[in-house]
């Protein structure tokens, strides 16, 4: 069980590099890539200087509109960043599928580690798939295999420099409700 836990560790690691590799040569050294990403870092100090040279924008309407503009402009380019990225994330969406077929038929009904927890109800179908027996917190390889990935391939973003900036990841994204968005 410790070997196959490690062997899937491992798979997650070059899987995870392989991804990178994959995203690299169809994004990260495109021009156009490039460009974008240079000129979100810029507006987006501009846009963090002006909103800290403003101290009431109440008092300013001016400021509060050309901030807006700001804003809008920096969220499209983010927009247009991400349908950058996206034909990359679909090439390795199809080839991963395809890696977890044949990595699902080499560890199938194998159980490849061991939970400290039980764990909720809707996360067993993915915790115990294909497992024998009723003990859920044995862990069966796709559970692993997931969590794995998804931790592994944020810090190999963050060594190889490919993971967005603080900066760009405080201003709002796509999913961020506007600044004055007030919950009930």
Same mark, same amino acid.
């Given at each position: ?6 062997? #899937?560790?491992? #798979?997650?690691?070059? &899987? ?5 590799? $994959? ?9 156009? !890539?490039?460009?974008?990403?240079? /000129?979100?870092?810029?507006? &987006? ?11 009431? *924008? =109440? ?10 503009? @700001? @804003?809008?402009?920096?969220? =499209? ?5 991400? !349908? ?10 199809? +080839?991963? &599928? ?12 194998? $159980? $490849? ?6 764990? #909720? /109800?809707?996360?067993? %179908? +993915? /915790? ?23 931790? *592994?391939?944020?810090? *190999? ?10 900066? $760009? /990841?405080?201003? %709002?994204?796509?999913? &961020? ?8």
């Amino acid at each position: 069980m410790f070997a196959d836990t490690l062997l #899937i560790v491992g #798979i997650s690691i070059c &899987t995870a590099f392989f991804a990178e590799g $994959v995203t690299y040569i169809l994004v990260y050294r495109t021009e156009k !890539y490039k460009k974008l990403k240079a /000129s979100i870092e810029k507006q &987006t100090k501009k846009l963090d200087k002006k909103k800290e040279t403003v101290t009431d *924008i =109440s008092r300013q309407p001016g400021h509060k509109k050309k901030i807006e503009k @700001e @804003e809008e402009r920096l969220k =499209s380019e983010k927009r247009d960043l991400s !349908y950058v990225k996206m034909q990359s994330m679909i090439v390795i969406g199809f +080839i991963f &599928t395809s890696l977890m077929g044949m990595f699902n038929s080499i560890f199938d009904g194998r $159980v $490849v580690g061991k939970l400290p927890f039980t764990p #909720i /109800s809707f996360i067993q %179908g +993915i /915790s115990h798939r294909n497992l024998s027996g009723d003990d859920y917190t044995d862990c069966s390889f796709i559970f692993l295999y997931i969590l794995c990935t998804m931790s *592994i391939r944020q810090n *190999i973003q963050k060594i190889l420099g490919f993971a967005p900036s603080r900066a $760009v /990841s405080k201003v %709002g994204g796509i999913f &961020t409700p506007p600044a004055n968005f007030k919950q009930s």
